[in-house]
């Protein structure tokens, strides 16, 4: 290979999964510096983004058994699978893992408030979060009764900062205190290792799942008044390069819905629009859902409906459907079903068939989980780390309690 140029080797080397990269690795000292390079773990991830699912895994978290985090290779989905079970940094007997966001190939996991991290599945490299030092809401003066309270977080990367970043939001809403909602948010930089409060959310986050991420910014489905069914649902997002809270305008023609969900399919974001023809107080079944995109992030105008998926007689009825990922064609998509299937939905017939997937998971949660080397900073350089510690100095130290 002496004759072969480096800057040759180096794109044939970032065209192939991460599992041959690491392979490659224990060939020779020059090609572990060349792999561990930052400017080639950046162009494989470019070239990733190039050719889509080449190299992608799904994680599943079981909701029912205590091992409960299993992944499936994306590439052989067209062929009937079993979910392998993952043996992460966080398992232990004495109950589930959450999976809290993946962004870039890395994971958020957590077992509580205490005990999470970062992991890279493919390079199997794990950072543990220090503790969420902030001073957490407290009970407004007036409130009576209960109350109220959540905490609500994500995971995504800031391109202006080339860092990931964690985010935690503590929230309490009182209806007859003065002021109702009290909320504090934190978020955690890997590059420069510390937790730092930013603007405090203004909204109550309706939905339990995570923050979705796209454009730099974590979103989720808000209201002002969560007390007051009329109240509208607003899409915010939080802008992970400078922790402001920003609304985000809904597609001109979407019209008014009592249920919305969120979602990121080839890293635009997605609106989810149920709309519903029945419903008790258990349940509620859906006519169907329109799966609006925002094509360019930012632009109201970028707004397009993708598809709509209608209920199909002799099927079962969906509650819940969320796009999950675009196959390696292109031509289908991915979709969850009441976190119990998989469906793909074919763009140009406009039908959908069930995955093949096998192993007996009843009830289930998916992640996309990019094949990359992402490292885990530790700190980065001298600079960002004395950064780093500047602003732990600055922080505020008061463990989490939530007093309702």
């Known amino acids: 290979m002496s004759d072969i140029p480096p800057e040759v080797i180096s794109e044939i080397l970032s065209r192939l999964p991460v599992k041959s990269l690491l392979r490659f690795r224990c060939v020779s000292k020059s ?30 978290k079981a909701h029912i058994v205590a091992d409960n985090l299993f992944s499936l290779d994306f590439t052989s989905m067209a062929s009937t699978q079993m979910p392998r079970e993952l043996a992460h940094p966080l398992k232990h007997l004495y109950g589930p893992t959450q999976v809290l966001g993946s962004c870039r190939g890395l994971v958020l996991i957590s077992n509580n408030m205490n005990d999470n991290g970062v992991w890279n599945p493919s390079t199997k490299v794990f950072r543990k979060l220090p503790f969420c030092q902030f001073n957490p809401p407290r009970k407004p003066p007036g409130g009576r009764g209960p109350g109220l309270a959540q905490i609500r977080g994500g995971f995504g990367f800031d391109c202006l900062a080339n860092d990931y970043k964690v985010v935690t939001i503590a929230q309490l809403y009182h209806p007859d205190a003065e002021p109702s909602l009290v909320s504090e948010t934190m978020v955690f930089s890997l590059k420069l290792g510390v937790w730092k409060k930013v603007q405090d959310c203004p909204y109550w986050l309706l939905k339990e799942d995570n923050g979705a991420c796209a454009g730099g910014a974590l979103h989720w489905i808000v209201t002002k008044e969560p007390a007051a069914w009329w109240s509208p649902l607003i899409l915010v997002g939080l802008k992970l390069g400078n922790g402001s809270f920003q609304e985000v305008a809904y597609p001109e023609n979407l019209g008014n819905s009592l249920q919305m969900n969120l979602a990121v399919l080839g890293e635009c ?114 600079k960002d780390r004395m950064k780093g510690i500047e602003q732990r100095d600055d922080s505020v130290t008061v463990e989490i309690k939530m007093e309702l």
């Open 31 to 60: 090609m572990k510096t060349l792999i561990d390079s930052p400017k080639f773990i950046e162009a494989h991830l470019k070239n990733q983004e190039l050719k889509p699912n080449s190299d992608l895994k799904l994680i599943l």
């Open 269 to 382: 974001l997605c609106l989810l629009k149920g709309h519903l023809t029945c419903t008790n107080a258990k349940n509620h079944v859906l006519d169907r859902i329109d799966v609006w995109m925002m094509k360019v992030y930012g632009v109201k105008e970028s707004w397009v409906k993708l598809f709509s998926v209608e209920q199909l007689e002799g099927r079962q009825h969906f509650r819940y459907l969320r796009p999950i990922t675009y196959s390696v064609t292109g031509k289908e998509v991915l979709l969850e079903m009441d976190n119990r299937k998989f469906l793909w939905y074919s763009l140009e017939r406009k039908s959908l068939k069930h995955a093949k997937i096998s192993g007996g998971l009843d009830t289930f949660e998916s992640v996309v989980c990019l094949g990359s080397l992402v490292p885990l900073y530790e700190g980065g350089n001298e």
